[in-house]
């Protein structure tokens, strides 16, 4: 019965990884190892908002900052930056060692030529600026 429990389990988040917009998005939280925390973090969309908003972590080397912006708008944009262009953390020059296991993701290739997901991998740190950051799933919001 263990075994069969564990099955669906992975058969459900696969499922919620994979599958096209869901209508609930992802909480997670940034930690490093320097002590930096972003707190929670509601990244995608929500059932009223989803085929307009895609929240999505990203960096703005401007206010050094683990911030939220819309992937949907262009060009993408830091909220209260004017100074730079924010990074999202899927690019390349901002993952430290990718990650094998996917912990959140969104299909977005239809709209933005791209799937989003964060990894278990390391990211860059806005604070110390070493590849050490983590991301963390906490939850779902609607």
């Known amino acids: 019965m263990k075994r ?15 599958a096209a917009p869901a209508l609930a998005g992802s909480v997670v939280q940034a930690r490093c190892d320097c002590g930096y925390h972003s ?11 989803f085929q307009s908003v895609c ?21 993408l944009a830091s909220p209260g930056c004017t100074e730079a262009q ?4 899927d690019h390349p020059s901002l993952v430290g ?15 933005i030529g791209r ?5 278990n991998g390391t990211y860059l740190c806005p604070v110390c600026g070493q590849k050490t950051l983590r991301f963390f799933p906490t939850g779902m919001w609607d």
């Not at 069969?4 to 994979?18: A, D, E, N, P, S």
């Not at 929240?55 to 949907?72: Q, R, S």
């Not at 060692?97 to 709209?111: E, L």
């Open 55 to 75: 929240w999505f972590p990203a960096y703005c080397p401007g206010v050094k900052e683990v911030l939220l912006i819309n992937m949907y708008q262009t060009p």
């Open 4 to 18: 069969f429990g564990r099955t669906v389990l992975w058969l459900g988040l696969l499922w919620i990884l994979t």
């Open 97 to 111: 060692k990718p990650g094998r296991h996917p912990i959140a993701g969104w299909s977005t290739k239809d709209r």
């Open 86 to 89: 924010p990074l999202p953390y």
């Open 39 to 49: 707190g929670q973090l509601l990244i995608f969309g929500g059932k009223s908002n």
């Open 115 to 119: 799937n989003l997901v964060l990894t």
